[in-house]
């Protein structure tokens, strides 16, 4: 399974665009990358998943360079209600769900 | 309805008791699966079931004890936990337990052993 590297936190004000950067340098070549969300005292929650290039949602949007070796979640115009910790996941296999360390966002007025 | 549901939510209990945790999910999913998961940390995966099969074990100590009734429900049963085993206990499911399948998660069981 591939390692991933997050920031620990961010911090954003309501209304601006929120990008967390996942570093994956030993992706593999067949791996996806996945994020969930997670609010306090819930479970996590699938966000988006990509393979290359940009996917978007009505959620967010994930960007994967060309040598996807990186992956960045933009989450626009952020509110308090996405305060919250997200999880970058690369690879796994079988339905076995390897979680990072995570980012908590904390979203402020 | 993409619900997962988890009873109880809060649990407390010595190290001599035996008490269960219950999972149910009504999405006609075929995997289940059972995280752990301490305060500050990502969840870690404990078990997984599909079609009613436990098909991983991640060498969780014997003291957990999971079982698989029938498709929609899943249980953990706990027998002499320790106090390290205080944390949230997740479930989740997913279509067959398949590579790339969204995963959904219940609320969770915070337990808390004395």
């Known amino acids: 399974l591939a390692k991933t590297t997050q920031p620990i936190s961010m911090d954003s004000y309501e209304g601006q665009e929120v990008n967390i950067t996942c570093s994956h340098n030993n992706i593999a070549t067949n791996d996806y990358i996945t994020w969930y969300q997670q609010f306090p005292s819930q479970g996590p929650r699938f966000i988006i998943q990509g393979y290359k290039t940009k996917v978007t949602n009505e959620v967010a949007s994930l960007f994967i360079p060309a040598d996807r070796k990186s992956s960045t979640l933009s989450l626009p115009r952020v509110s308090l209600s996405d305060t919250a910790v997200y999880y970058c996941?690369?690879?796994?296999?079988?339905?076995?769900?390897?979680f990072g360390a995570g980012t908590q966002v904390v979203v402020t007025p | 309805d993409t619900e997962v549901t988890q009873t109880p939510k809060h649990l407390v209990m010595g190290m001599t008791n035996k008490k269960s945790l219950k999972c149910e999910q009504h999405m006609g999913h075929r995997a289940m699966y059972w995280y752990k998961q301490k305060a500050k940390k990502p969840p870690e995966l404990m078990f997984v079931y599909s079609y009613e099969k436990l098909s991983i074990n991640e060498s969780v100590p014997s003291r957990f004890s999971p079982e698989c009734p029938n498709s929609s429900l899943l249980n953990l049963h706990l027998h002499a936990l320790q106090p390290e085993d205080s944390a949230l206990y997740l479930c989740?499911?997913?279509?067959?337990?398949?590579?790339?399948?969204?995963?959904?998660f219940g609320p969770g069981t915070r337990l808390l052993v004395l």
């Open positions: 989740a499911s997913s279509q067959e337990g398949q590579y790339l399948e969204t995963q959904y």
């Open positions: 996941l690369v690879g796994g296999s079988w339905g076995k769900l390897q």
